[in-house]
C-alpha cells in the first residue's frame, strides 16, 4: 500500500516559519522513490489546488514565483522522506499542504496538513 504521510503543520504567526515534512511508505517506493518528481501543493479554502515547490530526480528545483526566496524544498532518498521549509508566511497562505510524488505514470497524494497563518 501506497502512502504519503505529512506533518509539521500547524498554527503560526505572521513571519513565522515551519517546516513541513512527507514521509513515503509502500513497495511502490522501496527501491525506486528517487526516480520520483517529489512536490508541495496547497490549497486554501475556496481556491484550486496550487504547486509550491517541486524537485525532480536530478535535484532540479522548481518554484512558484510567489514563493521562491521564502520556501526550500529538500529531500532524502535513503529516507524517502521530502520536506518543506517555509518563511515569513503571510496570513494568505493558510491553506491545506499536500506532498505529492510524480513518476509521469503514477500520482500518489498525501492526505494532507493544515498550517493556519494567524495572530
Known amino acids: 500500500q501506497v502512502q504519503l504521510v505529512e506533518s509539521g503543520g500547524g498554527l503560526v504567526q505572521p513571519g513565522g516559519s515551519l517546516r513541513l515534512s512527507c514521509a513515503a511508505s509502500?513497495?511502490?517506493?522501496?527501491?525506486?522513490?528517487?526516480?520520483?518528481?517529489m512536490g508541495w501543493y496547497r490549497q486554501a479554502p475556496g481556491k484550486q489546488r496550487e504547486l509550491v515547490a517541486a524537485m525532480d530526480r536530478s535535484g532540479s528545483t522548481n518554484y512558484a514565483d510567489s514563493m521562491k526566496g521564502r520556501f526550500t524544498i529538500s529531500r532524502e532518498n535513503a529516507r524517502k522522506t521530502v520536506s518543506l521549509q517555509i518563511n515569513s508566511l503571510k496570513p494568505e497562505e493558510t491553506a491545506v499542504y499536500y506532498c505529492n510524488a510524480n513518476s509521469g505514470t503514477s500520482d500518489y497524494w498525501g492526505q494532507g496538513t493544515q498550517v493556519t497563518v494567524s495572530s
Open positions: 509502500g513497495s511502490i517506493f522501496r527501491n525506486i522513490f528517487s526516480l520520483y518528481t
